[in-house]
């Protein structure tokens, strides 16, 4: 996808530098720094930190994570105690733990002179993999809004959360994907974007990409969507998921579980766009989905641009207040309308992802 009309990835591996190269997130939309990672350390640093995020591109990064560590250390036991480092980097995405083991299972049996070349040619595959899935969940989840748009013949409004756009991929993103495509061929689109606090991923990456598409998009605090959908301002919804049970129910970014309530109430389609790398299979009760608590100064203080230019943190809670930052909650199953995957449409439930994934 586009910034400033450039096409890019979120990330790539830099052969002459021989460094993983990364659009630091945690500097959108003020600023647009590429960014050079060298060892595993500085991958589960970019993981960690958020330089880096969305369930797909944790992955990916995690996989490139493996090939600085052979870079590092062509030495097996240093790449097995990488692994467990880059699992622990953060709890709740499933990609992070699938892609790290995926790379351990190709490189088990692999000579030390040959693992750099697998381990890259395997991370670039992980990345290109995605990047098909996420560019077929667009065509897939395009057929749902193309059908709205021939019944309404008129801009097609969607209502997302957080960012699972591009920025949260390697490219074209999941509940974006099917907005991109659709815009694309014509149809045209409005996004309602959930602001999304604390880390204001919607207005800050979000906003920021579709922007960059000239895809026309608003801005809201995460509690509008609500009265939007009652007023028939809102013909669907699509978000995504930083883990899919085989069960249906969906793990995404705090306040997906509430926007999916909403929906439901006004009777607004809720689809969650996925690639299978999301699905836990193992895990069938929600309540066993480790959540993430992060650092509560998220809350507690805000980022933004003075008039000067600076970029500038500042704290909005009273000094001695505390706070609570869950990170993420659960949607179960039966306010999802389906599971926009890169094999098609599924409702969600086992039986709906057995039907695509034959699990």
């Known amino acids: 996808m586009k910034i400033q009309g450039k096409e890019y990835r979120t990330i790539w591996f830099d052969e002459e530098k021989k460094a993983v190269k990364i659009i630091d997130q945690t500097k959108l939309p003020h600023k647009f720094i590429i960014k050079h990672l060298k060892t595993v350390k500085d991958a589960i640093n970019a993981i960690k930190t958020m330089e880096v995020r969305g369930a797909p591109l944790i992955g990916g990064t995690a996989a490139y994570g493996m090939v600085l560590a052979i870079l590092e250390n062509n030495d097996k036991e240093f790449l097995k105690k990488s692994s467990v480092k880059l699992v622990q980097s953060r709890p709740t995405a499933i990609n992070l733990q699938w892609a790290v083991h995926r790379m351990n299972n190709k490189l088990s049996m692999i000579n030390s002179n040959d693992l750099f070349d697998v381990a890259l040619k395997e991370a670039k595959e992980i990345c290109d993999e995605d990047v098909k899935f996420c560019e077929n969940i667009g065509l897939n989840g395009l057929k749902i809004i193309e059908e709205i748009y021939n019944k309404k013949k008129d801009t097609v409004n969607i209502l997302t959360h957080c960012n699972a756009g591009w920025l949260a991929t390697i490219n074209w993103g999941t509940a974006t994907s099917p907005i991109y495509h659709a815009h694309k061929k014509g149809i045209p689109i409005h996004v309602w ?39 028939g301002e809102v ?48 895990i069938k009760d929600y309540k066993e989905i480790p959540i993430e608590e992060r650092n509560s100064e998220e809350l507690s203080h805000v980022e933004g641009v003075d008039e000067e230019g600076n970029v500038k943190k500042i704290l909005i809670y009273p000094k001695k207040s505390k706070g609570m930052n869950l990170a993420f909650d659960v949607t179960p199953a039966k306010y999802v309308t389906g599971l926009i995957t890169e094999k098609g449409i599924c409702e969600a439930s086992s039986q709906g992802l057995k039907s695509l994934f034959n699990k």
């Open 235 to 282: 013909d669907m919804c699509i978000v995504g998921t930083d883990r899919t049970l085989s069960t249906g129910d969906v793990c995404n970014k705090i306040g997906t579980y509430l926007k999916a309530l909403a929906a439901s109430d006004n009777n607004v389609p809720f689809y969650v766009a996925l690639p299978s790398s999301t699905i836990d299979w193992n």
């Open 193 to 231: 974007v959930d602001e999304t606090r604390p880390r204001n991923q919607g207005a800050n990456l979000t906003s920021y990409e579709l922007n960059e598409e000239e895809i026309p998009n608003t801005i809201i605090a995460d509690n509008t969507g609500g009265i939007l959908m009652q007023r």
